[in-house]
């Protein structure tokens, strides 16, 4: 055991899912290794800290998700996150083991530990999943639900929006939603 990782150790919860493991947080970042045809934007670890800075500006609870050292994250898994990451490798097949993944996301994201937490928050720090929920209901009246790859590519793309952008979008979304027939 790391020297002094005991009081850490001590003050674990486990899940048996990781959509139970993520229950009370507002914005989840998941990182990978490989490609997938299904995701098609990847944060690098340094364009992933000012995004980060702005989203504890108006959300409570992040997480940041490692798969398993043997096979990462599944899809499914994937799919429950705000944003995907990888560490950018000029190998042709990338080869970090957890533990350096870990070690290079710690020593990017370090000086997010130096900040305070807002004494109010700027927004509701639900804002992100409503806008999600609005999206798809507003897709549905479309009668386009069941283009998987749009639905997908909104998801992707919302986690990006910072806080003025997810109020903009929300009052855009009243419009739309106002001057649609029943």
């Keep these: 055991m790391a020297h002094g990782s005991g009081d850490i150790l001590d ?6 899912t990781l ?3 993520l229950h009370d947080v507002d914005f989840t970042v998941a990182t990978t290794a ?4 299904r995701f098609h934007y990847y944060a690098t670890p ?9 989203k504890a500006q108006w959300m ?4 940041l998700v490692f798969g398993r050292e043997d096979a990462g994250l599944t899809n499914e898994e994937l799919a429950l996150a705000d ?3 990888g560490v950018p490798m000029a190998a042709d097949y990338p080869s970090l083991n957890l533990g350096q993944s870990v070690m290079v996301y710690c020593y990017q994201l370090a000086s997010l530990m130096q900040q305070t937490a807002p004494a109010a928050a700027a927004a509701d720090h639900h804002q992100l999943q409503a806008l999600r929920t609005r999206t798809l209901a507003l897709l549905s009246r479309l009668g386009v639900e069941d ?4 639905a997908d590519w909104l998801s992707q793309r919302l986690g990006l929006l910072q ?3 997810t109020a903009m979008l929300h009052r855009l979304l009243h419009d739309i939603e106002k001057n649609l027939p029943e």
């Design 19 to 21: 959509a139970e493991a």
């Design 163 to 165: 806080q003025r952008d």
């Design 11 to 16: 003050g674990i919860t486990t899940y048996p």
């Design 60 to 63: 409570n609870h992040t997480a």
């Design 147 to 150: 283009d998987a790859k749009l």
């Design 83 to 85: 944003v995907l990451t």
């Design 34 to 37: 490989r490609s997938r045809a």
């Design 46 to 54: 340094q364009q992933l800290l000012p995004l980060l800075e702005e």
